[in-house]
């Protein structure tokens, strides 16, 4: 059935919030946009005329093609190569979603999206719809086919869950950007007391290579751990040259809200590394180098104002 013109933009005038949704659910961006797209695919052979409420439509729609997304991503996850982290979005990339309040910011940061894959898909979905796009237990029980009262308890669970797993502490652009350059000064100096100075002491660091990138399977753990491993990521070394392609350059950004370093080789983004900032100091290290997952980036970083870069590594 083809759509009218105007029906077409009703949708497109949706997209947006959808893919944010869609994102927050999956952790993929490329996952999130091909979610959308079926259900744009399911709307086009809709008798759209007999739908009452287009966003509670489509979202009813979305919710569930991710649900059921989520449920085969586990499976594959198990045989997935290494530690698998979601894909980091820089800022001012539109699938970032509502960024209004608190909660709307800390639900897409990747802390939380690393998080919330403790959680049962349901958990998941109950939570996305709750926490970053306010939708009434109502709502979200006719969208999962729950009663409300099992929406409810199914939030509190999942919201207990995360909680359960963060300290982290928002900080603002500004602050984000001087921690991330005191942090590669010490990571750069080749001193590890001053890397250690920065970070709490069950500080981690994870990599997602994906079996593409040579990424450590196991997470390092403690604050010596992870400081001996990043003064030895920024060492330079031919092999790491000719590994990323050639001396990547090296930002202070931000992804997913978090502070985060950005590396890129003739404008591709080869890692982007996520900070999790809490009062005591750096608690965590996300390092995203799968090129998979980088494919989006690269594009944003391909129209953003990104400046001059800190310095040349490797």
Request: a negative charge.
């Amino acid at each position: 059935m083809s759509l009218a013109a105007d029906d077409i933009d009703r949708f497109e005038a949706s997209r947006p919030r959808l893919e944010a949704i869609a994102y927050r659910l999956l952790g993929s961006a490329g996952e999130a946009e091909d979610a959308v797209q079926e259900t744009f695919l399911r709307w086009q052979a809709a008798d759209v005329d007999r739908v009452e409420v287009l966003e509670a439509w489509l979202t009813k729609v979305l919710t569930n093609l991710c649900l059921n997304q989520l449920t085969s991503a586990r499976a594959r996850r198990e045989t997935y190569v290494g530690q698998w982290l979601p894909e980091p979005l820089l800022a001012g990339d539109p699938m970032l979603g509502p960024a209004e309040t608190a909660e709307q910011r800390e639900s897409v940061s990747y802390a939380v999206l690393t998080l919330m894959e403790r959680l049962s898909p349901s958990e998941r979905a109950v939570y996305v719809l709750r926490e970053a796009f306010t939708y009434p237990h109502r709502e979200i029980a006719e969208i999962l086919g729950i009663t409300e009262a099992s929406s409810q308890q199914i939030f509190h669970r999942a919201r207990k869950h995360v909680a359960d797993g963060k300290a982290r502490t928002e900080v603002d652009e500004a602050t984000g950007r001087r921690i991330v350059e005191e942090f590669l000064a010490a990571a750069t100096s080749g001193r590890t007391e001053s890397l250690v100075r920065l970070l709490t002491e069950d500080a981690i660091s994870i990599g997602d290579g994906g079996g593409r990138v040579p990424a450590r399977a196991k997470a390092f753990e403690g604050a010596a751990a992870v400081a001996r491993f990043l003064r030895g990521l920024f060492k330079p070394g031919k092999a790491k040259r000719a590994m990323a392609g050639g001396a990547p350059e090296v930002y202070a950004w931000t992804a997913n809200g978090d502070p985060a370093v950005v590396a890129v080789v003739d404008g591709r983004v080869v890692g982007v590394m996520c900070l999790e900032i809490t009062a005591e100091g750096i608690c965590a290290f996300r390092n995203q180098v799968n090129p998979g997952k980088l494919e989006r980036a690269t594009a944003h970083w391909a129209v953003a104002d990104h400046g001059e870069p800190l310095f040349t590594a490797f």
